[in-house]
């Protein structure tokens, strides 16, 4: 497999990710709203976190999401995968902690896109791992700011409104569910343009 180089845009990126975000609004409520409800129920909230992870990556396709997809069987089928690859997550990143917090923030940043790529393309999850370093490459202020900007935005959104008499918490919670949308949304256009940098064939370009 060979990865090319394809730098992020901020600015379309963003956009694209916004537009996603509330086109599907409702699916990524509802979707959300069986996680909460059934996240607390053992084993059957590891399916419902990968369903919630497939639901990411077919807006990333722009596919239609299906919420009830959530409790599909198929979701169940890599979960040893899932397991070994968040645990091997949890080692790297708690390891960077220990080197003064940095070394953390940069390697989840460059680990963060290891579930999808072991879901959507099923390679192993130290292969994943390796995948969602090397398309990460260069990428991870462009990643980190795009983070930043919109959960400052929900923060600052549902701050301002929370200050309206009367109604202002209930105007911040609805404001709060349509920019989580828009988060998932953004996640799911930067890992849609990290995604374009895979070539099935050749070598893997450094």
Known sequence: ???ITKKLNFTETLTDGVKSGIAN???LFLTTLLYIITCWIPYLNVGTTVGFYRAILKISKGESVDPVAIFNKENFN???DVFLLLGLMSMGITIGLCFMIL?????????????????????????????????????????????LVVVLCIGLIAWILSLIPAVGSI???LASLVMAAIYIGVEAS?????????????????
Do not use: C, H
């Open 78 to 80: 890599q979960i040893g």
């Open 171 to 173: 105007l911040a919670f």
């Open 190 to 206: 930067i890992y849609k343009r990290l995604s374009e940098k895979f070539i099935e064939e050749g070598e893997v370009k450094e």
């Open 1 to 3: 497999m060979e990865i």
């Open 103 to 147: 070394p953390a923030i940069v390697i989840s940043i460059a680990w963060g896109y290891a579930i999808y790529i072991l879901i959507d393309r099923k390679e192993t999850p130290t292969k994943a791992l390796t995948l969602s370093y090397k398309i990460t490459l260069g990428e991870k202020w462009t990643i980190f700011f795009l983070n």
């Open 25 to 27: 609004f409702f699916p």
